[in-house]
């Protein structure tokens, strides 16, 4: 029988895909082997830069932007088709820990406000919250106007080392894999996928547990008007606590369906934009991508019953609809990559204070519940934060001379993480990594030799914040 051109036998005749890319690898090896071997591969060369930054979240927007505005020839790699990482893809739209954040934050800030995409409060005050599609252009205008090379749909999937240098970032996109070489490289991918690549240690997870927070998938609401719904949301400085959430679940089952996170949260960005977090998906793991794809598929499902719920309430849920849910779900934990300082519990316990603070975290232990048997909010802290600096040894990976690391997955433990995480933080970081990464490079020296108190005089101080 002829057999039609795209049968898989007169695909492997023509030699178009090798052989051992689709049978187990190895001749002899046993038969039960679930390995495949990749054959060897010679990459095009992308280029050499001064600095490459993997991942364009808050951390490695402020990155990319302060090592190009310090002169440095910088690029930076994101695997979705926009910047912003949490603020934009993952449809978060609340900026915490910013108050006590010139520089990058406060000029993001301004901007956003001057554009009009700032969101405010029925008092007329500005809250932490903004439009996430003019989110998406502001950072592109801020990279594209310090001289970033962007590049979008591209992702960091291996590493070339030699001796204690990362040299080359594998990069695969449309146009196939490329290396591109950097004198300093800043991972800023909130996973930690760049320095895991290149072999750097790392912790996940609970050290007991091993544990991770659970993921929340956010979508914006449209068709609610605020002044109905006043009292299931929180934007203004009228009421804080628990109490709009507790209505909110209380409305959400009264719709006919509990929310996995017992903490819904409702923002409000616009007059009719909101944005919603009402999920939790425990025990998924941010590192693995079948996890990450059951979680969402879960996550997607429970918000349109949750929303299906509230709207067949009537009243004034009568008319709400989905606008979209984030193309990524929200991975609160990923890898903590192990770098020249650890910031720890009791850092936040006593109030830590370092000659190379480069961030003051304000915000406190905020973990999300990990066993859903005994709660589904926050888990109570151990204790009560106090302001701390997180140093910049804990940018500078342990492992690695060249890269540092900036947001969520610099070095860190699980109770300090789950504080310095939020995005407020993250900009901070990046600034400093970007900064750091800079002059590392233009000056041929690792930034664990260039002098810290430079670094520190660059970044824009607080008065009174950070010494
Ligand atoms: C559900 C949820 C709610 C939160 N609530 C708040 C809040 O209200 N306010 C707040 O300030 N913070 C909040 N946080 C915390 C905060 O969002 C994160 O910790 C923050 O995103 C850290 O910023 P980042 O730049 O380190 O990481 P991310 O925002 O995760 O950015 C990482 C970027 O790297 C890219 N990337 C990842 N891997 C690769 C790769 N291999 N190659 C190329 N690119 C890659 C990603 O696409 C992304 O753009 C929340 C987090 C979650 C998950």
């Not at 051109?5 to 178009?16: D, E």
């Not at 008007?225 to 679940?249: Q, V, W």
């Not at 504080?419 to 002059?439: C, K």
């Amino acid at each position: 029988m002829k057999r039609p051109p795209w049968s898989r036998r007169s695909f492997l005749q023509t030699g178009a895909l090798p052989l051992v890319a689709l049978a187990p690898a190895g001749a002899g090896e046993p038969a039960s082997s679930n390995r495949v071997l990749e054959p060897a591969r010679e990459l095009p060369f992308a280029g050499c830069w001064d600095v490459l930054v993997a991942g364009g979240g808050p951390a490695g927007v402020a990155a990319a932007v302060s090592a190009a505005r310090a002169g440095a020839r910088t690029c930076l790699i994101e695997q979705h088709g926009c910047l912003g990482g949490i603020w934009t893809v993952g449809l978060l739209c609340w900026i915490l820990d910013h108050a006590n954040k010139p520089g990058l934050m406060a000029e993001i800030l301004r901007e956003l406000e001057r554009r009009g995409a700032r969101a405010v409060a029925s008092d007329g005050r500005p809250t932490n919250g903004y439009d996430p599609e003019v989110m998406k252009l502001l950072l592109d205008e801020l990279c594209l106007s310090s001289g970033v090379e962007i590049h979008l749909h591209s992702r960091v999937c291996a590493a070339r080392c030699v001796g204690r240098d990362l040299t080359h970032a594998v990069i695969e996109s449309r146009s196939g894999r490329e290396a591109f070489a950097a004198r300093v490289f800043v991972d800023a991918t909130g996973d930690g996928d760049l320095a895991a690549q290149a072999g750097c240690s790392f912790d996940l997870g609970h050290p007991d547990t091993g544990r991770t927070q659970p993921m929340s998938l956010l979508a914006l609401l449209t068709g609610l008007r605020p002044a109905d719904i006043r009292a299931f949301y929180r934007d203004d400085h009228r009421e804080a606590g628990a109490a709009p959430k507790d209505r909110l679940r209380a409305e959400m089952e009264r719709g006919g369906h509990s929310p996995s996170y017992s903490q819904p949260t409702l923002f409000r960005l616009r007059d009719d934009l909101f944005a919603m977090m009402a999920n939790h998906e425990y025990g998924v793991v941010g590192t693995n991508a079948r996890d990450v794809t059951a979680a969402t598929l879960r996550a997607r499902r429970e918000v349109h019953a949750l929303v299906d719920g509230l709207r067949s309430l009537g009243g004034p849920w009568a008319n709400v609809r989905i606008v979209a849910t984030a193309a990524q779900i929200g991975i609160r934990e990923g890898r903590r990559i192990r770098g020249r300082y650890v910031v720890t519990a009791d850092d936040l316990r006593d109030g830590r204070r370092h000659a190379d603070a480069v961030c003051r975290v304000t915000f406190g232990i905020d973990v999300h519940a990990t066993d859903p048997g005994r709660g589904k909010g926050i888990e109570s802290a151990p204790f009560r934060a106090r302001a701390y600096d997180i140093p910049l040894r804990a940018l500078i990976a342990a492992d690695r001379d060249n890269l540092l690391t900036a947001g969520r997955c610099i070095s860190g433990d699980f109770i300090a993480h789950s504080s310095y995480r939020v995005t407020g933080n993250a900009v901070r970081l990046g600034e400093a990594a970007g900064i750091l990464a800079a002059l590392a490079a233009l000056h041929r020296s690792a930034p664990a030799e260039v002098p810290w108190d430079e670094i520190v005089r660059r970044l824009p101080a607080p008065p009174g914040s950070v010494s």
